[in-house]
């Protein structure tokens, strides 16, 4: 299968390209994005045949049915980094908190977060595509926290690529930074920035445009690539766990095969919220998408009113910060499959130019019938923190926790709904030991005992383990030198 460009073709590019060439080359016509020329369909069929496979089982099956230029044995070798997280059998744990509500925990990977779903094969896949061409790449990735840990982790000492992770000082938790500042790879380059996370991508954004860089790349025989949800190849890999989820509801017999739930999905960028849609396109019963936001709540405002709106509006830092953006990449992946190419580039044309679109009311309405949506703000969200933990004996990190408030504004309560949990409590310590016991300001090792002693829980190894390893990556400059920096480690 090829894949094709959400605002059309400009000539200067083919119609359309192999699953390589749409990872190496994220970046499509007029700055869109590539989507799959169309979605193989799965069906019941397909549910039924894979109720007791494995994840690995499933997801390899789901993924040649996408007939892309990637080798079998390729696929099921990148698979295989399942087999690094908590419980290789069952990668992800649905998880019965009440009544009707299932928490689907995400975060079981090496950096205890979701970006290593798809991160972790997709760095495999990456690596062995460019050892096949020969080539060398330079992979860029900014991060508020989560994406640079899981980035790291997946491209360390693999052949062909080299990675420059770009973080703001002091925009992110204790553990997010040790993860990256302790990671040792000779491939990795970590820098911190004095400035905040919009800083950090628009460097991102500037270089990966900048042919002056290309050229300095090129000299040194290395080709650029990034590795943020724009880019498919990590799409694919997160179409898998909304049927994995919904497959282990049917195997706990909290719902029968064919009967539709909700999907409830902490977003940001729409990476994961759009994966649940592609699933529920290839034959998922689901009921609706709701999408649920923080104080940066422009998602919401779609969802209810049809307009995107960033006229007026910045991005405020909150306790659930992997959701602090405002241009939400993968919205128009959503846009291309409801309303096509050209009003697409019309309608991303008007968000570049006027930080502004409406869509009609036929298409609000379309939308509709798809997604629903809310947001919760900080405080809210502690309360749901307590209270989950406190009565149903369920601890959740803050962007799991925005869930709690959408899950009650938006469903049925007869339907079942499946809540993402994208983080593990151990990230976000601070602000959870703040819901939980009322103390302020604690560090992350301070807050990680009082939780651990709170729920009796264990803090895993690999998060304690973090306060004592060396700190091996000290670049921390300002944005303006971020270029020679990258290039002195080239
Ligand atoms: C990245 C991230 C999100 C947002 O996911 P998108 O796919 O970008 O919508 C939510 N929660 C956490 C903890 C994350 O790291």
């Known amino acids: 299968m090829n894949f094709i460009q959400t605002r059309g073709c400009d000539k200067n590019r083919p119609q359309s390209v192999t699953f390589s060439e749409a990872i190496l080359n994220p970046i499509a016509s007029f700055g869109g994005l590539y989507v799959p020329e169309s979605l193989p369909e799965l069906g019941e069929e397909f549910l039924v045949k894979h109720l007791n496979s494995s994840y690995k089982e499933l997801a390899s099956d789901m993924l040649g049915r996408f007939e892309i230029d990637i080798e079998k044995s390729v696929i099921d070798e990148a698979l295989k980094l399942y087999d690094k997280f908590d419980n290789p059998s ?57 994406t640079g840990p899981a980035a790291l982790e997946t491209f360390k000492n693999r052949a062909n690529v080299q990675v420059a992770c770009l973080y703001p000082d002091g925009g992110t938790s204790d553990v997010q930074r040790l993860q990256m500042v302790t990671e040792d790879g000779k491939n990795l380059k970590v820098i911190g920035i004095r400035g905040v996370f919009d800083d950090a991508q628009n460097a991102l954004k500037r270089l990966l445009a900048s042919d002056e860089f290309k050229s300095a790349l090129k000299e040194k025989n290395i080709l650029l690539s990034a590795a943020n949800s724009v880019n498919f190849g990590r799409i694919i890999f997160q179409i898998i766990y909304h049927i994995h989820s919904y497959l282990e509801l049917v195997r706990q017999s909290a719902i029968t095969m064919g009967e539709k739930v909700y999907l409830n999905v902490p977003s940001g960028n729409f990476g994961n919220a759009l994966g649940a849609y592609y699933g529920w396109k290839m034959g998922l019963p689901v009921e609706k998408i709701i999408i649920s936001s923080n104080e940066n709540n422009v998602l919401t405002r779609l969802i209810k009113t049809g307009k995107y709106d960033l006229r007026n509006s910045h991005v405020v830092s909150t306790t659930s910060p992997a959701m602090d953006i405002l241009k939400s990449s993968n919205v128009e992946r959503i846009l291309y499959d409801m309303f096509g190419y050209e009003r697409t580039k019309d309608l991303m044309g008007d968000l570049e130019s006027k930080n502004f679109y409406e869509l009609s009311a036929t298409e609000l309405s379309e939308l509709q019938k798809s997604f629903d949506a809310d947001f919760c703000n900080g405080e809210e969200g502690k309360k749901y923190i307590n209270t989950t933990f406190y009565k149903d004996g369920y601890l959740m990190d803050p962007h799991t926790a925005t869930c709690m408030k959408s899950y009650e504004t938006c469903s049925k309560k007869d339907v079942k709904s499946i809540i993402y949990s994208t983080a593990e409590w151990t990230k976000f310590s601070p602000v959870i030991a703040n819901a939980l016991t009322g103390e302020v300001d604690a560090e992350d090792i301070v807050a990680l005992e009082s939780i651990s002693k709170e729920s009796n829980l264990e803090i895993p190894a690999m998060v304690k383990g973090l306060f004592s390893k060396p700190i091996v990556q000290k670049s921390i400059i300002e944005k303006e030198d971020i270029e020679k920096e990258i290039l002195k480690f080239l």
């Open 90 to 146: 069952n990668p992800v744990p649905v998880v019965k908190v009440k009544e009707n509500l299932y928490v689907s925990e995400l975060y079981h990977g090496p950096t205890r977060a979701f970006k290593d779903m798809a991160l972790q094969p997709f760095g495999a896949v990456l690596s062995s595509i460019a050892q096949k061409r020969g080539e060398h790449y330079l992979i860029l990735a900014a991060t508020s926290g989560d």
